[in-house]
């Protein structure tokens, strides 16, 4: 499994853009990047996955290097709701996904 | 939308006791996953199925758990006897192909005596 590095913590104003980065230089090239995130008190929730060129979706964009060693997901307006437990996951094609830390992000009023 | 749900919500039970913690995946889904998160940890995989066998499991999931999928609709995660370290939220999941995302329920709380 790709070892994968993200801050422990982040913070952000409500309303402001917030670029959660993720290191996983280990990544094998039919890996595809997840992220999850985990709200208080409830099971994880998909955020959005690719695997070369940026994705977008309602959520979420995801921004992936060109030599897929680090990816940054961007919150375009962070909300309230948005206080999560953030995962970056690189998962090949049995799909399991191997959850690190993450990043616990505070979102501020 | 279509959601997945666990029963029950919270389970209490003694050491050494069997369990039984039950899940509906989506309907069209194929895939499904058990994981457990111990209270400030993280989440742990236990074990993938699919096509009526076990897929993949972790060290965790040794001889004392199983799984079962005894009708269409239900998911379940048996533990035999179970243990002190036992005790932590049980999270079922399941996906509808390869490389769609999984989609968790809202896990079951576990707790030994």
């Known amino acids: 499994d790709a070892k994968t590095t993200q801050p422990n913590s982040m913070e952000s104003n409500e309303e402001e853009p917030v670029h959660l980065p993720c290191n996983h230089s280990t990544i094998s090239g039919t890996d595809y990047i997840h992220w999850y995130r985990q709200l208080p008190s409830q099971g994880p929730e998909y955020v959005i996955h690719?695997?070369?060129s940026n994705v977008n979706n309602r959520m979420a964009s995801l921004a992936i290097a060109e030599d897929r060693k680090s990816s940054t997901l961007i919150l375009h307006r962070a909300t309230l709701r948005d206080a999560a437990v953030y995962y970056c996951i690189p998962a090949g094609n049995n799909n399991d996904m191997r959850f690190g830390a993450g990043t616990r992000l505070t979102v501020k009023p | 939308e279509p959601e997945v749900t666990q029963t029950p919500s919270h389970q209490v039970t003694q050491m050494g006791q069997e369990v039984i913690l039950r899940c509906v995946p989506i309907s069209n889904h194929l895939y499904f996953y058990w994981y457990r998160q111990i209270l400030g940890q993280k989440v742990e995989f236990l074990v993938s199925f699919y096509n009526n066998e076990i897929s993949e499991k972790s060290e965790i999931f040794d001889d004392q758990f199983s799984v079962e999928r005894p009708d269409g609709s239900n998911f379940t995660l048996k533990i035999r006897s179970t243990k002190l370290e036992d005790s932590a939220m049980y999270f079922c999941a399941s996906r509808e192909q390869v490389y769609n995302e999984q989609f968790f329920g809202p896990g079951t709380r576990l707790t030994v005596l």
């Open positions: 690719g695997l070369t």
